[in-house]
C-alpha cells in the first residue's frame, strides 16, 4: 500500500465553485443578443447557492508510519517515544511499559499493541502507550489509521491527540481529540469526541458509530478525522458520523494549534471499568498504519 494523495471524504466535491464572493454575478448589457444565455447563467448561479462550500482540497501525504519490520522489534523510535507508568488521571489499571512484549513490530506490517495480565512494579497488568510528541505534531489536516481491535470487558483502546502545549497548560485546557476510542465490551460500537476547558470528562463533545451486523475485533477498519479551522469531521471506513464546529463547544476553542498522535491499550479506567473473569488475555491491538494529511 503506497500512500498518495486523496480527496476530502467529509462530503462530495461541488459541481460547480461555491457561490457569493466565489460565483460573482456578472454584469450584463441589455443587448439582445445575450439575452438567451441568461436563464442558463441565472441556473449556474443557483446552483453554486445550492451546492454551498468550496470545492474540497485534495489531501497531500506529509507524514506516515506503515510498521514495516521484523517481528518483536520495536516502533521506530524517529516517530514515537513512549508513556511508561499508570493511572494516566483515569484510575486505568495497566503498567504501560517500553518493552517489546507490550509494544512491537509483528513482522507481518503492524504495529502490536498487547495488554497481558501479569504482576508488574505493582500492577496486574501490563500494556502500551506510545506517542508522537516532540517528534510530530501538526495542527489541521487529514489524521487516519487502519486497526483491528481487541475484545473484552474492561479493554479500552484508542487512536487519539493531544496539544503540544500540553506540559505547559496541561489538560483539559490543551485540548484533546479522539479519533477512536472503544469499549472491548461493546465490540461493535466506536467514539468520537473532543475535550477543552469546560468541556471535558463526561461533558465531551462525542457520538458513536456503530458497526452493523460486524465487529471491529473481527477485521481491520479505518479511523479517520479531518480538521480544519472551523470544524473537525470524524469518519469509520469513510463513512461520516460526527462533526464538531468551532461554535459548539460551551467553553473556548482549544483546537487552533498543533496536536501529536498517541496509540494505547488501556487496562480498566472510568471509561470501561475493570475487566472481570470473562476478559481473557493477552489483548492485542493491531495497527496496520497510522498517516497524515496536510490541505493542499
Given amino acids: 500500500m503506497t500512500p498518495g494523495r486523496r480527496r476530502r ?24 443578443r445575450v439575452r438567451p444565455v441568461l436563464p442558463l447563467l441565472l441556473l449556474l448561479l443557483l446552483a453554486c447557492d445550492s451546492f454551498g462550500a468550496e470545492p474540497d482540497p485534495d489531501w497531500t501525504l506529509v507524514w506516515s508510519d506503515e510498521f514495516d519490520g521484523p517481528a518483536g522489534q ?25 518493552r517489546p512484549e507490550n509494544v512491537s513490530l509483528d513482522g507481518n506490517g503492524n504495529l502490536a499493541i498487547t495488554a497481558r495480565r501479569e504482576s508488574y ?23 487516519e489509521a487502519r486497526i483491528r481491535l481487541p475484545a473484552g470487558q474492561g479493554i479500552w483502546p484508542a487512536f487519539w491527540m493531544l496539544g503540544a502545549d500540553f506540559d505547559t497548560v496541561g489538560w483539559p485546557e490543551c485540548g484533546e481529540i479522539d479519533i477512536m476510542e472503544y469499549r472491548g465490551q461493546e465490540p461493535s460500537i466506536v467514539h468520537g469526541t473532543v475535550h477543552g476547558p469546560g468541556y471535558f470528562g463526561g461533558g465531551g463533545l462525542t457520538a458513536r458509530h456503530l458497526l452493523s451486523g460486524a465487529r471491529f475485533d473481527t477485521g481491520f477498519h479505518e479511523f479517520a478525522i479531518e480538521w480544519t479551522e472551523e470544524r473537525i469531521v470524524w469518519f469509520v471506513d469513510g463513512q461520516r458520523y460526527h462533526a464538531v464546529d468551532r461554535d459548539d463547544p460551551p467553553g473556548r476553542w482549544a483546537f487552533d494549534h498543533s496536536f501529536f498522535i498517541l496509540l494505547n491499550v488501556a487496562v480498566g479506567g472510568t471509561f470501561v471499568g475493570p475487566p472481570n473473569q470473562s476478559t481473557t488475555f493477552p489483548q492485542t491491538m493491531l495497527v496496520d498504519w497510522v498517516r497524515v494529511y496536510r490541505a493542499e
Avoid: V
Fill in 9 to 32: 471524504l467529509d462530503e462530495a466535491a461541488p459541481l460547480f465553485p461555491a457561490a457569493s464572493r466565489h460565483c460573482p454575478a456578472p454584469r450584463y448589457r441589455a443587448d439582445p
Fill in 74 to 98: 520495536l516502533p521506530n523510535s524517529a516517530n514515537w517515544t513512549f508513556d511508561i507508568g499508570t493511572g494516566w488521571g483515569n484510575r486505568q489499571l495497566e503498567y504501560d511499559t517500553d
Fill in 121 to 143: 512494579r505493582g500492577s496486574a497488568y501490563t500494556s502500551g502507550r506510545i506517542k508522537t510528541q516532540g517528534l510530530f505534531e501538526q495542527a489541521y489536516g487529514r489524521f
